[in-house]
């Protein structure tokens, strides 16, 4: 078995392996398929983009008060979106999980190679809540996926708590 190593191998699993960034991302993920339309392909990639903003500019030294909780409070918000089969506006969505995600990437740091390799990671994860999203409504039902929106939603709690 061979592993990722240095720095895009660590940016890139990174999402996975962080349970609040896997929960998150994913949640994000959920939440547009859930949307639709154009929401669909601009809620995760403003979720990166917003991710890969707030990790460059906690790298040259812009501190996000409250991060941590910060972080726990997304997994709520988002997977309370999920859990209540919440359908924004495709803005509104993208403000929202841009919001979200500057908790993700602002406790990152590291060179080009780990950036590139993170914001892979970030779209993968966060396509796989999509395809998640998408797969479980056609196999199950709606219920379904909002039942692991309120998963997400617990976790957030669970941490905020301290509990994870």
């Given at each position: 078995m061979t592993t990722l190593t240095g720095a895009f191998g660590s940016g890139l699993t990174t999402p996975v392996w962080v349970l609040q960034h896997l929960l998150g991302i994913l949640g994000i993920g959920m939440w547009a398929g859930q949307t639709g339309g154009t929401a669909v392909w601009q809620v995760p990639a403003a979720a990166v983009t917003a991710a890969l903003a707030a990790g460059f500019a906690a790298q040259m030294g812009v501190r996000l008060p409250y991060a941590?909780?910060?972080?726990?409070?997304?997994l709520l918000v988002v997977g309370s979106l999920v859990a209540?089969?919440?359908?924004?506006?495709?803005?509104?969505?993208?403000?929202?999980?841009?919001?979200?995600?500057?908790?993700?990437?602002?406790?990152?740091?590291?060179?080009?190679?780990?950036?590139?390799?993170?914001?892979?990671?970030?779209?993968?994860?966060?396509?796989?809540?999509?395809g998640l999203s998408?797969?479980?409504?056609?196999?199950?039902?709606e219920r379904a996926?909002?039942?692991?929106?309120?998963?997400?939603?617990?976790?957030?709690?669970?941490?905020?708590?301290g509990v994870i």
């Open positions: 941590g909780p910060g972080l726990a409070a997304s209540l089969g919440v359908r924004a506006p495709a803005v509104l969505a993208v403000l929202i999980a841009a919001v979200a995600a500057v908790f993700h990437g602002h406790a990152h740091q590291g060179p080009p190679l780990y950036w590139a390799g993170f914001a892979a990671g970030l779209m993968l994860v966060a396509c796989g809540g999509l998408v797969a479980v409504t056609q196999a199950e039902s996926v909002r039942l692991c929106g309120g998963a997400v939603a617990v976790a957030g709690v669970l941490d905020l708590v």
